[in-house]
């Protein structure tokens, strides 16, 4: 199964530990999750170049700072082992603004915008961390063991749609929400035309 190597979010103790797993792992190409502006670029890319892994670019959801940190990044790394996160908000907690920001870099990237043609990854399991997906609240919200599977679907299927290729989830029935969806939509019989024609011609 492919790995995702995540760090602590210090960006000189993440460093040395994907130096060392990037050593570890030679030749199993890990995600190393995550290279940001902040971090010794050169030293994280050599670690993954040298030991056939791909890196993680991440930034706040701001299209510009993801061009200029991808910008960065292919000095020392081809761009065939760059996947890009531009952050994940949840549910109730800015979560259109991250559709937004992920659709755009998805449709700029289709339009030829060359910085931004990278897989897109999220951070789904954010989701657990809005208040409603796990506290204790009033009966009306419902039971929070549903509650939390439900923000992690629906932040995941809302992303989905902004053109996501890549989910870090956590509540296993959230992750069969999405496969399901995901391979309906993959499977769906070419419609009949004709059955249209009414529709489109009627008048009101």
């Known amino acids: 199964m492919p790995l995702i190597i995540g760090g602590c979010g210090d960006p000189k103790k993440d460093l040395e530990v994907f130096e060392r797993v990037a050593e570890i792992g030679e030749g199993e190409r890990f995600l190393l999750s995550s290279v940001t502006q902040d971090m010794d670029i050169e030293r994280a890319c050599a670690a993954a170049k040298e030991h056939g892994h791909a890196i993680l670019s991440f930034t706040p959801m701001d299209l510009n700072q993801a061009r200029q940190l991808n910008r960065r990044l292919y000095d020392f790394l081809p761009k065939e082992q760059i996947v890009m996160d531009t952050t994940t908000a949840a549910l109730g907690y800015g979560l259109d603004y991250a559709f937004t920001i992920m659709e755009r870099a998805r449709l700029a990237a289709l339009m ?21 997906a796990w506290k204790k609240l009033d009966p009306k919200w419902g039971p929070r063991e549903l509650r939390g599977p439900i923000w992690e679907t629906v932040t995941a ?3 989905l749609l902004a053109g996501v290729d890549l989910f870090m989830m956590m509540h296993p029935a959230a992750v069969r929400t999405l496969k399901n969806t995901i391979n309906r939509l993959a499977h769906v019989e070419p419609g009949d035309a ?3 024609e009414n529709w489109v011609s009627t008048k009101m």
Do not use: V, Y
């Not at 030829?112 to 208040?131: C, I, K, V």
């Open 112 to 132: 030829g915008d060359q910085e931004l043609q990278h897989p897109m990854s999220s951070g789904t399991t954010n989701a657990w961390a809005a208040r409603e």
């Open 157 to 159: 299927l809302t992303l």
């Open 194 to 196: 004709k059955m249209i």
